[in-house]
């Protein structure tokens, strides 16, 4: 079955997660810089079976749009150009961020290493991956 991955898309770099084959767990994949985000979906989805990418819909409280949904939906009009017939679906990723944050605390990380902004970002779209699949059911 292919897999599914989801991206915290942010302007200087990208949180990635992914499903196991079976669509049962989501995990984080890695952090990547934004400008060489294209390029590595192009070499991943050429090694593994990727049906559906869930992409972050950052919203403020108010739930208008976040200053950064302009460069997300250029983003995505990317996706749809270099990977045609990829479905791509949208995920409310508010507070994801204060809850990565959060689990790294309970998780007992440290505070060196929470200060990596990479590590923050791959839990976070594991987290929107999670909320995804949850949906699902």
């Keep these: 079955m292919p897999r599914i991955l989801a991206i ?8 990635i997660a992914i499903t196991d084959p079976l669509r049962l767990i989501a995990s984080g994949l890695t952090t990547v810089e934004t400008s060489k985000l ?4 192009s070499e991943y989805f050429a ?11 950052p919203k403020q409280m108010d739930n208008s749009a976040s200053e950064s949904e302009p460069a997300i939906l250029k983003f ?14 949208r995920y409310d990723e508010r507070f994801t ?11 007992g990380v ?11 970002d791959k839990i976070s779209a594991t987290l929107i991956l999670q909320g995804f699949m949850e949906s699902l059911n």
């Design 8 to 15: 915290d898309y942010g302007l200087k770099r990208s949180g």
């Design 38 to 41: 294209i390029l590595f979906l």
């Design 110 to 120: 440290k505070k060196s290493k929470r200060r990596e902004k990479g590590m923050l």
């Design 76 to 89: 995505i009009e990317s996706l749809d150009r270099n990977f045609v017939g990829l479905k791509v679906v």
């Design 47 to 57: 090694k593994e079976e990727v049906d559906l990418i869930v992409v972050g819909l």
């Design 97 to 107: 961020s204060k809850m990565a944050s959060q689990a790294m605390i309970s998780g």
